[in-house]
């Protein structure tokens, strides 16, 4: 084992703070990369809070959005090779045998797949994240980022992108489709943006008027302000679809009531709290009420590549390693735009 800087929550809800962390040594199919930038995720913040129905493993660095270079590889890798550009994404490794595994699924694993933070890794040793300056990852579980996407830009892609490509692409948005996209944060706004470059009429709903304007650069044909009232009885029966990307409590019902018959919300956040239905906005014109979690190894390289070919990115701030407990102060307040992304070298310096 080696030892790597990085920063950590060492109890739930504790401020992050320098900590050593052990790293294996690269096996025969191994990558080790030198983490370059690592975004900051609204479930960073929801884990190192124990907020969550899971129990927290602790001391907890975060971060499953991870751009970097290759260091070193591993014998038998042959996909990779020192220098490359690469990803790494919500899940380190999965059982690889089960059907979900097999149809390139992963985050579906039956026997659970093995996140890049807080979890067990296969020897029973915990997993920490990005907020490090290396990682080391079996070759199936890593992502070739493509050079027309800019380093910083493209680490959101790897949990917010592929949170919101996945489901859009599951239900067919495309052309002759009128999609919803309800909250622009991190993960709302890749929503727009990959809705548009797929051919969807885009709806944005967002309750912060400083974001129409952003919501109509990304792609958005619409914008609706605020919650609910008559801009959104207006909007009653119009969506085919619905992405979700509210992180807080909120009236879910009310969204559904946004679709057409046999239309369909997807729940992409992940409030800590649970969230009520009413039974007739679902059953009154055949709605369907759907969740989706990130997206496989095959589809999250879909996914990158796609962004490289339409100039698709996410909106960054770049900060420091030392700031990031300002950095999820504002994450609470909303006033990220639109995704914080740690620059590692602050580490390294």
């Known amino acids: 084992m080696r030892t790597a800087r990085g920063y950590a929550a060492h ?9 050593a962390l052990p790293r294996r040594e690269p096996g025969p199919h191994d990558v080790d990369i030198a983490i370059d930038f690592c975004g900051v995720c609204h479930s960073d913040l929801h884990q190192v809070r124990n907020e969550w ?37 919500v899940f380190i490794d999965s059982c690889r045998a089960c059907p979900d595994c097999r149809a390139g699924l992963e985050q ?29 990852v079996d070759e199936r579980y890593v992502l070739r980022v493509p050079t027309g996407i800019e380093p910083a830009a493209a680490a959101p892609l790897l949990c917010a992108g592929i949170t919101t ?16 996209v309800l909250g622009l944060g991190g993960l709302g706004h890749m929503g727009v943006k990959f809705a548009h470059a797929l051919g969807a009429h885009v709806v944005a709903f967002t ?20 919650a609910g009232g008559a801009a959104w009885e207006a909007r009653a029966g119009s969506l085919d679809f619905l992405l979700d990307a509210v992180s807080a409590a909120h009236d879910v019902s009310a969204g559904i009531e946004l679709l057409r018959r046999d239309g369909t919300l997807v729940l992409v956040g992940l409030p800590a709290q649970a969230l009520a239905v009413r039974p007739f906005a679902l059953v009154d014109r055949r709605r369907r009420l759907a969740g989706s979690a990130i997206g496989g190894i095959p589809e999250t390289q879909e996914m ?6 339409h100039g ?17 102060e504002r994450l609470l307040r909303g006033q990220a735009r639109y995704r914080f992304v740690i620059d590692l070298a602050s580490l390294r310096a």
């Open 165 to 180: 490509w996945s489901p859009l692409r599951h239900w067919q948005a495309g052309p002759g489709k009128t999609v919803g």
């Open 108 to 136: 579906y694993c039956a026997a659970g797949m093995v996140p890049t933070y807080n979890g067990r890794d296969r020897d029973g040793a915990p997993t920490y994240g990005g907020y490090s300056e290396r990682i080391v």
């Open 207 to 226: 309750t912060s008027p400083a974001k129409a304007d952003d919501a109509r650069r990304w792609g958005a044909a619409e914008v609706v302000v605020g």
């Open 304 to 309: 990158l590549d796609f962004c490289a070919a």
């Open 312 to 328: 698709i990115a996410a909106d960054v701030q770049a900060i420091p390693i030392q700031q990031v407990n300002e950095a999820y």
């Open 53 to 89: 129905d899971l129990e927290g493993i602790f001391p907890m660095v975060p971060g499953h959005e991870i751009v970097g270079r290759v260091a070193a590889t591993g014998a038998a890798v042959r996909a990779f090779a020192v220098g490359d550009r690469v990803g790494v994404g």
């Open 11 to 19: 109890t739930p809800g504790a401020p992050l703070a320098p900590f």
